[in-house]
């Protein structure tokens, strides 16, 4: 019914049914994992009315019980998800359907999906640093360029004092760089397709 991904390994779909609507994958070596994906296989649909709560369990460091954080959620008509793990912290828990399972092994973590109404799924509040960021990746890079070319024009800033004439060299103020960087992030801030058009 489900599949868990991880980048670099093979698909589990061996999910372990723990009850009629619990369902767990074991996750070695989590703690070289970032993200997450969960998805349906498209065999078996969600009964009418019914989604999965996607939840996330690594060992406490102190007590090693399992400790479980809800992620979010997938169903019918969004049947995959992404979660970012990576940025989980310890010992910071909640309530969650699993009941008392036993311990994995130190490195290993568990991705339970647990049945339940979209309603109950509504209510539900996932950790927020869970949440994939939804920037997409040529912003990403065009907002680390545009970073990495301020800071290396500002490293050869000097002052006026500083200056020594050299009528081959055009000289911009630092300032006019920086306001157009203003501009520009605030432009990304309010329409992040800007640059598309």
């Known amino acids: 019914m489900f599949g868990c991904l991880v980048a670099g390994r ?7 049914q723990v009850a009629s609507d619990k369902f767990v994958f074991n996750l070695a070596d989590y703690e070289n994992v970032n993200h997450v994906v969960v998805f349906m296989l ?46 989980l912290k310890a010992g910071e828990g909640g309530a969650h359907p699993f009941g008392v399972m036993a311990s994995a092994a130190p490195s290993v973590a568990q991705v339970g999906v647990s049945v339940e109404s979209l309603d109950q799924l509504a209510q539900q509040i996932p950790v927020s640093s869970a949440a994939v960021s939804s920037v ?12 990495s070319l301020y ?41 992040p397709n800007f640059w598309k058009s």
């Open 151 to 191: 800071n290396f024009a500002s490293s050869f800033a000097v002052s006026q004092a500083q200056m020594t004439p050299n009528p081959t060299e055009t000289f911009i103020p630092s300032s006019c760089v920086l306001k157009w960087y203003e501009n520009f992030q605030r432009r990304m801030a309010q329409n």
């Open 10 to 16: 093979l698909v589990q779909t061996d999910s372990v």
């Open 136 to 147: 997409d990746t040529f912003m990403q890079f065009t907002q680390k360029m545009l970073d």
């Open 42 to 87: 498209g065999t078996v649909p969600f009964p009418a009315g019914m989604g999965g709560a996607v939840y996330f369990s690594f060992p406490d460091p102190l007590s090693g019980a399992p400790v479980w954080q809800l992620l979010g959620f997938i169903t019918n008509e969004k049947p995959s998800a992404i979660f970012k793990i990576s940025g």
